[in-house]
């Protein structure tokens, strides 16, 4: 598939997805989240893609909304902005749908929905140059369709601070809240997204994509009938080739060959 506005690869099972409008700082232009999502099925439905990588080009993570585009939606109609409102939600349907880890490697600035980007990847690594935060009241908005997401990073009420304070932290304040998981230096920074994405590629597909499934869809179960959801999908993983293959490959000192069944 052809892109415009962003990058697709694939190496040692690893899709890395960059981000590709460096000249405006990888704003989540209408056209930039429709291939971003393309691109994040097309990665989960390969076979041979076991880890995503979500990064930016040039100094910028994403600087978040187009404020060309939200200037725009004042001479649109009702219908049309909902419509427009349901399609771009769906990026940030996937991280909760998806069966391959996303690992977001923050490469710079990462605002507003670029934040929210960043919390929906299911590991977040960012470069001790990077600043994240929820800056829409600056502009008279509200971080609609992000909130979901930087809340479960965050929790309820630090996401309510950051969204009235709309400041910017630096990447170890955004590690000390929840937002990212790890501080790199910048220079280290891929490598270090790729050797995660490697170690997560290593293990049993089936297994990684069970263990998203198991998370979010018990995020917010009742609690005891989370206890018979997990054991129904406990189930899977006793009958697959690939707990097979996993014993057999631990008693005899090996490395395992998955094939993700």
Known sequence: MLYETILYEVNEHVATITLHLPGSRNPLTEQLVQELIQAIKAADEDDEVRAIIVTGAG?????????????????KGLPQLYAEGRSSTELFKLGATIQTPMIAAVNGAALGGGTGLVAMCHI??????????LTELRLGIVPYVILPWVRKAVGNRKVLELMLKAEILSAQEAKDVGLVHEVVEADRLQERAMETARTIASYSPLAVGLALDAHFATDEMEFMRSFDYLTNLRLVSFKSEDLKEGAAAFMEKRSPEWKGK
């Open 124 to 133: 977040a690594i960012a470069a001790n140059t990077a600043k994240l935060g």
């Open 59 to 75: 100094k910028a993570f994403s600087a978040g909304g187009n404020l060309e585009e939200f200037q725009q939606n004042f001479d």
